[in-house]
């Protein structure tokens, strides 16, 4: 223990390879920083008496004390303080946009604490060590629940509801389990060995898994109901936003979604029918994004010509200003590791029109003025511009989840589309059925599906105790 660590050491993130190095395949390429310096990074947290980091976790991560853990090298503890409250710090140590951070005590006039990467490196060193093992849960309950889709939502949902003794069934449609971590999320940015790594866990605890199983298809609401105590749906929120304007039908125009779940699919060897390629094409990806930075890092694998992204709003500020004060979450402008390899980046931006003959050749855009308190926009006149392209990328976000196979409309949706599932307790209109995660709270992180999976469980143990009284 080296207190107070953030007069003696600078944040230190762990190195990542070279751009030229990464973009030759969809490996990750960030490296893990030694023992010695991950306990200096911990070292650096001032262990506040209000930790205003840990509010602003969703989940409430215990951030000072699993780094005070690790500035005492207490490995094991520094694991078990994290796993309390998080069921998959590997996935949120690697992807988490770690609002945490933006309200740590240091970011006021410093680098905030490496919370997100101490998180990383805990789990990981965790699982080196050997303390990360299926739990053995014995007495079962008579209880059956089903979860439907196994995203981060419905996976923290299966792993509090198997641990408190339920038999627990996770149906997904796809071939491969973990939702959008698994075919949405880069492999460069989470591999997928690690969904592999936590679902084998869950599966020796007992939880029993069906893929390619189709709610709407392969399943019915009746069937499930019928068979099942309480049914959960964690079905993500799929249905792409899209931009209907003038060319829309032209070829060459894809969802982000298509072109991203192709590549995970690619690279695991599971077939797919989409052949999108960015090769020597000049890509524009509409939307800034998250996902629009993960069709650039692929398209950069790819071997693009040039790649554009378009952002409607306009350049953050470098600082935080009176709109986002401290502890708030900083807007500011950032460059993510994927802008860093290479892209040219408009804001204030709107695509009119595309155009070509059968297949897209230009984008035409025209800037935008924004008006913030009216939260609306206005075009600049005689701004138009020309953009080549050859292959554009829709990543301008999800309208809702795709609830087809609801024909009867048994389950109340929220005007936008989403579920509508109490936010306290996730119960839908339908009796017995639970939603939580993207489907119910609309697209949104890992952090908060991990939460809301979490939470709706707690919610199912209480319903069906007190059923089971009355
Ligand atoms: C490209 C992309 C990049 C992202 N990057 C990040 C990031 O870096 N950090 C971050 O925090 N968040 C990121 N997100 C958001 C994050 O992935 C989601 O918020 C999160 O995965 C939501 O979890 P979920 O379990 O609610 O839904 P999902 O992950 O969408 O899982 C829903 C599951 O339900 C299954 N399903 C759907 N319908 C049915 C049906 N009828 N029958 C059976 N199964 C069904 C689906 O196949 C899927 O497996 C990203 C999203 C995208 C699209
Ligand atoms: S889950 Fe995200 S917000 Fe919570 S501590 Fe980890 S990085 Fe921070």
């Known amino acids: 223990m080296d207190k107070p660590g953030f007069i003696k050491y ?12 990464r973009i030759k395949n969809h490996n990750e390429f960030q490296s893990l920083l030694s023992d010695k310096e991950l306990r200096c990074q911990s070292d650096r947290c001032m262990d506040c008496g209000t930790p205003f980091c840990h509010s602003s976790c969703p989940l409430g991560n215990m951030i000072p004390e699993f780094n005070s853990a690790v500035s005492n090298n207490k490995w094991k503890e520094a694991y078990e303080i994290l796993i309390s409250t998080n069921n998959f710090p590997e996935f949120t140590g690697r992807i988490c946009p770690a609002p945490c951070e933006h309200s740590c005590v240091l970011g006021i006039n410093q680098d905030p604490v490496s919370i997100e990467n101490i998180e990383k490196q805990v789990i990981e060193k965790a699982f080196i060590k050997g303390y990360v093992n299926p739990n053995n849960i014995s ?41 959008l971590l698994r075919f949405g999320i880069p492999d460069f940015k989470l591999d997928k060995k690690i969904i592999d790594r936590r679902v084998e866990l869950l599966d020796k605890e007992g939880i029993i898994f069906k893929t390619n199983k189709c709610l709407g298809k392969d399943l019915s609401l009746e069937r499930l109901d019928s068979k099942y105590d309480a049914v959960i749906l964690c079905i993500g929120s799929s249905i792409p936003r899209d931009l209907i304007i003038e060319g829309r039908e032209l070829d060459g125009i894809h969802y982000a979604m298509d072109f991203l779940s192709m590549q995970n699919r690619i690279n695991s060897n599971i077939p797919t029918n989409i052949k999108i390629n960015a090769k020597d094409k000049n890509v524009v990806v ?15 694998r790819h071997g693009a010509k040039s790649i554009t992204q378009l952002e409607l709003l306009p350049r953050p500020p ?19 590791s994927s802008q860093e390899e290479g ?13 070509g003959n059968g297949t897209i050749e230009y984008v035409k855009t025209e800037d935008i003025s924004w008006d913030s308190d009216k939260k609306t926009f206005y ?25 087809s196979f609801d024909n009867e409309f048994s389950i109340d949706t929220f005007p936008d589309g989403r579920i509508h599932a109490n936010e306290k307790n996730f119960l839908t209109s339908r009796k017995n059925f639970f939603s939580c995660g993207d489907s119910r709270r609309g697209q949104s992180l890992v952090v908060w599906a991990i939460k809301e999976g979490r939470d709706c469980a707690k919610s199912v143990d209480k319903y069906i105790k007190k059923k089971q009284l009355t």
């Open 10 to 21: 600078k944040k230190k993130d762990p190195p990542l390879k070279k751009v030229k190095k």
């Open 139 to 179: 007495n079962k309950l008579d209880k059956k629940i089903a979860v439907v889709g196994s995203g981060p939502a419905g996976l923290a949902c299966a792993d509090e509801l198997n641990k408190k003794g339920y038999q627990v069934t996770v149906y997904e449609k796809d071939e491969e389990l973990g939702g």
């Open 286 to 300: 509409l939307g800034g994004g998250d996902t629009g930075s993960d069709c650039i890092g692929t398209s950069n």
């Open 318 to 336: 470098k600082e935080r200003d009176e709109s986002m004060i401290w502890p708030l979450f900083a807007n500011t402008f950032k460059t993510s």
């Open 343 to 355: 892209c040219d980046r408009a804001w204030g931006v709107m695509a009119k029109e595309f155009i």
């Open 379 to 403: 075009p600049i006149k005689n701004s138009e511009k020309l953009i080549p392209c050859d292959l554009l990328l829709i990543a301008i976000g999800y309208e809702k989840p795709n609830l």
